[in-house]
């Protein structure tokens, strides 16, 4: 996985695991295991440019989810309790509201 992957990665677990301010650049750095100068090549303006990478990330995964959702189950109800029952298991497993990762995405 080349290195913005895995900051995109890590960081989108964390914002969703303890929200934008919970999380600081330091702890990022440490969970990637990049340097500084690492995150600010990929993301010249730092955290908030890297919430937005992970923001689009969300989205691309929360539609896939959502499509596959639509084409499984023929009904509204049906739809509504497998996304309800996704959201749960992926909260009380991984403490996000998704089973992927940016590198499952990709790869």
């Given at each position: 996985?080349?290195?913005?992957?895995?900051?995109?990665?890590?960081?989108t677990?964390?914002?969703?695991?303890?929200?934008?301010?919970?999380?600081?650049?330091?702890?990022?750095?440490?969970?990637?295991?990049?340097?500084?100068?690492?995150?600010?090549?990929?993301?010249?303006?730092?955290?908030?440019?890297?919430?937005?990478?992970?923001?689009?990330?969300?989205?691309?995964?929360?539609?896939?989810?959502?499509?596959?959702?639509?084409?499984?189950?023929?009904?509204?109800?049906?739809?509504?309790?497998?996304?309800?029952?996704?959201?749960?298991?992926?909260?009380?497993?991984e403490?996000?509201?998704?089973?992927?990762?940016?590198?499952?995405?990709?790869?």
């Open positions: 996985m080349d290195t913005k992957s895995l900051i995109i990665d890590n960081a677990i964390l914002f969703q695991q303890k929200g934008y301010k919970g999380v600081g650049l330091n702890e990022i750095l440490r969970v990637c295991n990049v340097t500084k100068g690492s995150l600010y090549h990929h993301f010249p303006n730092g955290k908030e440019e890297l919430l937005i990478a992970c923001l689009h990330f969300l989205n691309e995964v929360i539609t896939l989810d959502i499509v596959d959702i639509f084409e499984r189950y023929p009904t509204t109800l049906e739809v509504t309790n497998s996304m309800i029952e996704k959201l749960i298991v992926n909260l009380e497993t403490g996000t509201i998704t089973g992927y990762t940016f590198s499952s995405m990709v790869s």
